[in-house]
């Protein structure tokens, strides 16, 4: 089993341009969940999903898209990238009491 | 908002010795603490996890401490070693939560000196 995949694993922006983070799981769970990471602020939920079709927003959405239009995926779009930006991002997936994550995007917006 | 407040920052522990980390929640709306455990370019995983039920659950070398009524919750590494070198962070998950929404502290880094 892969668990969670993300790709990709670097990359680098330059303002106002845009991508998409993937993000897929052979899990088959139900939920799942884009985080990010910043030094000394622990991890930050951007959005959620409850199954595929159904998508909601976590406590930092601005700036940021979602799908899910299978169990497996759930791509994170980023429109108008900005140096705010500039952050690890960590998909996970899971079933009650524990999240299994991805090794991480570093994004780097300049 | 509710928070969860994690600390020290960083903490450097000699091999053998006990590493103690806490956390505190601000209100009563969490049922469930788990603790992640991250090593460097990998993700968090799954260390230990508490309900409110217990006030203390052990596997192994670590144990989670619960207190209600102080709305604290700490993780102890007994007789740490240099492979427990990481990155933890304390979690919260809201009452009702079936969404399994975590909300993370902001980690502490442990050193482990052999």
């Known amino acids: 089993n892969a668990g969670v995949t993300q790709t990709p694993k670097f990359r680098i922006l330059k303002i106002g341009q845009s991508m998409t983070l993937q993000c897929t799981q052979d899990?088959?769970?139900?939920?799942m969940y884009w985080y990010r990471q910043d030094p000394g602020m622990g991890l930050k939920l951007i959005y959620y999903s409850v199954g595929a079709g159904i998508t909601d927003k976590g406590e930092v959405p601005n700036g940021y898209n979602v799908s899910r239009s299978t169990t497996e995926d759930f791509p994170l779009r980023l429109e108008l990238a900005a140096p705010s930006q500039t952050s690890v991002y960590f998909c996970?997936?899971?079933?009650?009491?524990?999240?299994?994550f991805g090794e991480g995007s570093r994004l780097t917006v300049l | 908002q509710q928070q969860v407040k994690q600390s020290p920052q960083s903490l450097i522990v000699q091999k053998g010795g006990i590493s103690i980390i806490n956390c505190a929640y601000e209100n009563t709306a969490f049922d469930y603490f788990p603790w992640y455990q991250q090593f460097p370019g990998k993700g968090p995983a799954l260390l230990i996890a508490?309900?409110?039920?217990?006030s203390e659950k052990k596997e192994g070398r670590f144990t989670i401490s619960f207190n209600k009524s102080a709305k604290q919750f700490s993780l102890h590494i007994m007789d740490s070693q240099p492979g427990d070198s990481a990155t933890y962070f304390c979690?919260?998950?809201?009452?009702?939560?079936?969404?399994?929404?975590?909300?993370f502290g902001t980690g502490t880094l442990l050193a482990v000196q052999p």
């Open positions: 899990m088959n769970h139900n939920y």
């Open positions: 979690a919260a998950s809201p009452r009702g939560g079936a969404t399994n929404k975590l909300i």
């Open positions: 996970a997936s899971g079933v009650t009491g524990e999240l299994f």
């Open positions: 508490i309900r409110p039920d217990v």
